[in-house]
């Protein structure tokens, strides 16, 4: 009912910039929050960045003041700004979403595919 896809992965040289994108579509009432979690090789996927409706931001101790959270409310959409960029930066990023339904106006939570990023060093 609801699909979260994943664009703007890739790979960069340490210090560069990369723009994650993720847009929900579907059977969507309202959006509750939004994250972004990055999952290493041999690692535990970690959350990044989360927004809730509302505004109330919060980043990972890693990231803060490299990385940018937002949304744009009337696309569904949340981005993930990422600068100053580190080899300990690579990791298949993943999008979260708390959606409350249309036809049932209950709260889900879904994930999306996975974008790589890879940061070289």
């Known amino acids: 009912q609801v699909q979260l896809v994943e664009s703007g992965g890739g790979l960069v040289q340490a210090g560069g910039s990369l723009r994650l994108s993720c847009a929900a579509s579907g059977s969507i009432f309202s959006i509750k929050a939004m994250a972004w979690y990055r999952q290493a090789p041999g690692k535990q996927r970690e959350l990044v960045a989360s927004i809730i409706s509302g505004g109330s931001i919060n980043y990972a101790d890693s990231v803060k003041g490299r990385f940018t959270i937002s949304t744009d409310n009337a696309k569904n959409t949340v981005y993930l700004q990422m600068n100053s960029l580190k080899p300990e930066d690579t990791a298949v990023y993943y999008c979260?979403?708390?959606?409350?339904?249309?036809?049932?106006?209950?709260?889900?939570?879904?994930w999306g595919q996975g974008t790589q990023v890879t940061v070289s060093s």
């Open positions: 979260k979403a708390n959606i409350v339904l249309v036809t049932t106006r209950l709260e889900y939570q879904y």
